[in-house]
């Protein structure tokens, strides 16, 4: 799909979208195609159920005068209520629209109305929208029916302004550009995407000015990262351990950075404690956490975020075998703790212990964040609406909160406390993997995690329930959704920028 901007001017073919605010108040652009219809698109409005609401729409197919095809009404609701999310929003609502009628070429007409945001920025926020609705991984359909295809080839936006409004599109571009490198990281099988062509992947970034070291097994092992060997020693694929730097920030440039550590286990069986046939095949996507910190790596490169940030991401594969790690064995982590393993499909803690103690101890940052698909209790908690936040820093956790509305990738706050830490001390070493029994599944998990943090800000988001969507949403079409890339550009956008 082309995407274009441009002055306001009526096409001459395909479908037109005008906007309409609440209690059907047409926009200048709408009034004026209704003059042109002779009524028509009042009428239309009469006879349904359309008022102008936020992101309702309603098709009126051209009448004759017109070369059109077809006049979409899209509700705005309020002037002064229009934000950007609302924007993207309906940009992927329109497009979604617009592909199931069959369309293969729309130009939306935009104003610029009193109390809302600028055309031009209205424009740019919907095109954004729209790319990242219109995200597909197909390269495994070899035989899609023409169809079955999306039918919109090319896109335009006509505003006052449409220079300022590509050159915003094209910061935007940047953001769904890391969203896509994510997406398809986390949508491909396991098959293909193992630790060393994980790893792979994230070497390409390098292209862009990212400084990407890659950690083979030799040199985890010299490291003494014993708890993530343990959960790699049973599969027959070695593992990894990536680290990439964009150092953005000229001034700043040794200066701490903000550290943001990803679990990619890609895929995971549970190990000897191994999980139930039905829905295994999810597990594909247990690399999502390392897929969102290599996506942001590419969304900050992209738009050349002037921002000093490390991204690790610890590749593994949890496989059973006659060399995997048994329920009981004690392994010794980097930070010198050691780890009784009572069940081997609590691996991503287990990474993620020695990747937040190197982590930590390499790079001195001035926080750091985790994104990992860590326990299914987080579901059972929250659904696939909110990801859980887990912090011991008040500040940090209202930036990510406030950063997380803001994009519409949602989080909610979780307690740590010691009465849940008592749960993982273990009878035979320093610390167990599980807690006691299956209460507070999510909690004892980052209670796990915070015993490998040490002074430095953290925060842990568990990502389980929000990186693979079963049903398409405004902006995230179903399948892999990149949850956290937007979130985690916006919070260093507004906090971590020279
Ligand atoms: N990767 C899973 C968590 C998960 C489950 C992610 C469902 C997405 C969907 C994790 O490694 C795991 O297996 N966790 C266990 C922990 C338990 C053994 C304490 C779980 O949640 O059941
Ligand atoms: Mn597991
Ligand atoms: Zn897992």
Redesign the pocket.
Known sequence: MKISFGEPTLPKSGAVIVGVLEDKTLSPAAADLDRRTGGALNRAIASSRFTGKKDEVLAVLAPANLQLSRVVLAGLGKPSAIDAAQMQGLGGTLIAHLNGAGESEAAVLLDDLSGAMAASEAAANLAYGARLRAYRFDRYRTKEKPEAKPTLQRLAFLSSGSGAAKRSFQQLEKIAEGVFFTRDLVSEPANIIYPETLAEKARSLSSMGVEVEILDEKKMKKLGMGSLLGVAQGSARPPRLVVMHWKGDAKGKNGAPVAICGKG?TF?T?GI?I?PAAGME??K??MGGAGVVIGLMKALAGRKAKANVVGLAGLVE?MPSGTAQRPGDIVTSMSGQTIEVL?T????RLVLADVLWYCQDRFKPRLMIDLA?????I?VALGHEHAGLFSNNDELAERLLAAGKEVGEKLWRMPLADAYDRDIDSDAADVK???GG?DA?SI??AQFLQRFVNKVPWAHLDI??T??SKKDAPTVPKGATAFGVRLLDRFIAQHYES
């Open positions: 286990v995971d549970g404690s999980k999810d597990m996507w247990d949890n069940n499909d609590a691996e991503g698909t860590l326990t299914g209790a579901i993997n599980i807690g299956r599944g004892t998990a389980a329930g990186t693979w």
